[in-house]
């Protein structure tokens, strides 16, 4: 029987709602497609933007969008993507599927979809080919009252009010797609850029500098060691790919040994972030400085048929335990962690939502997301688990992953069996205090299950098959089970 001990007097702060965050780059089928359709489609839609996907998104409370990439950033130039559509800039989106980018969705577009979720934009701006004069005006076009010519641009182009946009990043992964960097050079780079993304009126930008890939921990050194004092965040990116970069596993077919090796390489991002932790914490002991992964989640084989640049997988129960483990993760590790940004929103790798024609498809990652919202801005509680070792001998795990918060006086606890075929029993105390009852909501499934086109099986549902015992909770989670119980 696992354990898990929930204490109301130890935390690591606030979990912040940055950390269920979303990422949509120009790649395959996320933006057209997959987020935007035109005003002319006769998908049902506002302002040219899926209703049936907004309104999913709304429905996660979702509170940041990264946009428009992505290795695309390093490429894009915002100019092409403003005025009328019919007159943009025709490009071949040379880093993704060698396909035409008309640029219909620009930063018009951008702004208007996160109005419709009532999320905040993440912009990333271009260093890889882009100018520090370009990336500055940017942020004065978006973010400026004065009446200088790159505003008068914006008023012509139909918006009037600054949008204010805080949080933005210079560069994507300048150590690869982004300029093939080195750490000293992005580094003077990054400190230059900076300087131009100029503050106007009260909204103080966020700033983040392109951080490291996985456990590169000499790249956060020079980094912080050099511009600390310049940054608001540090990004990350770890992905999870079983298999390495050149076996990767198939989606939907795969065997329990492969389910393992994914569960484990996805817990592996607390290692890596506890080693840039460690250097983060040396030059900024006050944590100020955030570490934003904002790009992670499973990358598997394009399904069968499909364009390979486009990056579409399917999404199985295997996928919502890997969300399951990088949520709690995150959690537990939020005095550093400010935000995260899973890859991706539509139609790209882990994608929350796919879409085909006028259907769309909640994912089990989707589900997860919405078993985990409560979190949000609430105050961490120490949550310690007490589970039997599983897994293979290669790649050994525990039976049980768990984090907790509590908000407004009521404690969110969300638990997952990653057993694949095997039910337990789950024990939950809370120190000090008895447990006097509890409400929850599952997601259960086979590990290769997943909601396709016309098959919608997978679903969050009511659960209540639990009970109080001597002031604790006794769980029967059933076998690759993901809940959300609250105290």
């Known amino acids: 029987m696992a354990k898990i001990s929930l204490d109301r007097n130890r935390s690591k702060g606030t979990i912040s709602r940055y950390i269920y965050g979303s990422f949509a780059e120009h790649l395959g089928r996320c933006i057209y497609g997959g987020i935007y359709v035109g005003k002319d489609s006769p998908i049902p839609n506002v302002n040219g933007m899926r209703k049936d996907v907004v309104e999913a998104m709304k429905n996660l409370r979702m509170p940041v969008l990264r946009w428009p990439g992505g290795c695309f ?18 490009m071949v989106n040379t880093h993704w599927g060698g396909v035409v980018e008309d640029n219909s969705f620009g930063t018009h577009e951008f702004m208007e979809l996160c109005r419709q979720v009532g999320c905040e934009p993440y912009i990333t701006g271009n260093v890889g080919s882009g100018t520090v004069k370009e990336m500055s005006e940017w942020v004065e076009y978006l973010n400026s009252d004065g ?26 992964e300048s150590w690869g797609c982004g300029g093939n960097m080195r750490a000293e050079y992005y580094t003077d780079e990054y400190r230059r850029f900076q300087t131009y993304c100029r503050q106007y009126g009260d909204n103080k930008l966020y700033k983040i500098a392109c951080g490291p890939s996985d456990a590169d921990v000499s790249w956060t ?6 511009a600390a004092n310049m940054m608001d965040g540090l990004s990350m990116h770890s992905y999870t790919i079983p298999g390495g970069w050149n076996n990767k596993n198939r989606a939907t077919v ?8 994914t569960l484990s390489f996805a817990a592996d991002i607390d290692r890596k972030i506890g080693l840039h932790a460690a250097i983060m914490d040396r030059y900024d002991p006050e944590k100020r400085v955030g570490l934003i992964i904002d790009e992670w989640g499973t990358w598997f084989q394009v399904e069968p048929d499909t364009n390979p640049g486009f990056l579409y997988q399917q999404n199985t129960m295997r996928d919502a335990m890997v969300a399951a483990v990088s949520l709690d993760i995150f959690n537990k590790r939020c005095d550093r962690v400010h935000m995260a940004n899973i890859a991706q929103t539509v139609n790209v790798l882990q994608a929350i939502i796919l ?25 961490e509680l120490d949550c310690y688990v007490e589970a039997e070792q599983t897994g293979t001998e290669k790649y050994p795990m525990p039976s049980v992953t768990a984090s ?23 024990t939950v105390s809370l120190k000090g205090e008895a447990i006097r009852g509890a409400e929850g909501r599952i997601l259960t499934g086979k590990m290769d299950e997943y909601n396709d086109f016309g098959k919608n099986t997978l679903a969050v549902k009511a659960f209540s098959d639990f009970e109080v015992k001597d002031g604790a909770l006794v769980i029967r989670m059933p076998a690759c089970a993901v809940a959300e119980i609250r105290l």
């Open 73 to 90: 950033a390093d490429e894009y130039h915002w100019r092409d993507g403003i005025g009328e559509q019919q007159d943009r800039k025709r």
């Open 147 to 172: 009446d200088s010519t790159v505003v008068q641009e914006r008023w012509k182009n139909g918006q009037k009010e600054a949008w204010g946009v805080r949080y933005w990043g210079v560069g994507n």
């Open 221 to 226: 050194e020079v980094l912080m060691k050099n």
């Open 254 to 261: 795969f065997t329990q040994d492969d389910y393992w090796e």
């Open 355 to 379: 879409t085909e024609g006028d259907q769309m498809v909640l994912t089990p990652t989707y589900h997860v997301f919405d078993l985990y919202k409560e979190h949000m801005d609430a105050k």
């Open 404 to 426: 907790a918060s509590e908000k407004d006086g009521r404690i969110t606890l969300t638990v997952s069996n990653l057993e694949p075929e095997k039910a337990q029993e789950i």
